[in-house]
Nanobody
Framework: QVQLVESGGGLVQAGGSLRLSCAAS????????MGWYRQAPGKQRELVAS???????NYADSVKGRFTISRDNAKNTVYLQMNSLEPEDTAVYYC???????????????WGQGTQVTVSS
């Protein structure tokens, strides 16, 4: 099993910054893609940003130029630096990791418990 522990959410004023962290632990042989999703009240969960094991990144259009995703492969940790936050960024943010526990096992998707980000105007 793989566990994800998120941290870094909170309340911030518009224009402010927050940094989210997500550490994967447990029975890990290899981690592939890592990413962040968010879900606002009444809306579907959406991809915010993702990063491959090789460091290639992908961002939602709404956060390009404001958010930066990065990872520390030695620590199996993914980060999301969020700058110039807007009220529209208010949501629960979920960490996602694709990992497997042995070379002969398939890749599985794992999700964090979610961390609330609230941006006040």
């Amino acid at each position: 099993q793989v566990q994800l522990v998120e941290s870094g959410g909170g309340l911030v004023q518009a224009g402010g910054s927050l940094r989210l962290s997500c550490a994967a632990s447990g029975s890990i042989f290899r981690v592939n893609a890592m990413g962040w999703y968010r879900q606002a009240p009444g809306k579907q969960r959406e991809l915010v940003a993702s990063i491959t094991s090789g460091g290639s990144t992908n961002y939602a259009d709404s956060v390009k130029g404001r958010f930066t995703i990065s990872r520390d492969n030695a620590k199996n940790t993914v980060y999301l630096q969020m700058n110039s936050l807007e009220p529209e960024d208010t949501a629960v943010y979920y960490c996602h990791v694709e990992a497997r526990s042995a070379a002969w096992l398939r890749w599985n998707d794992y999700w964090g418990q979610g961390t609330q980000v609230t941006v006040s105007s």
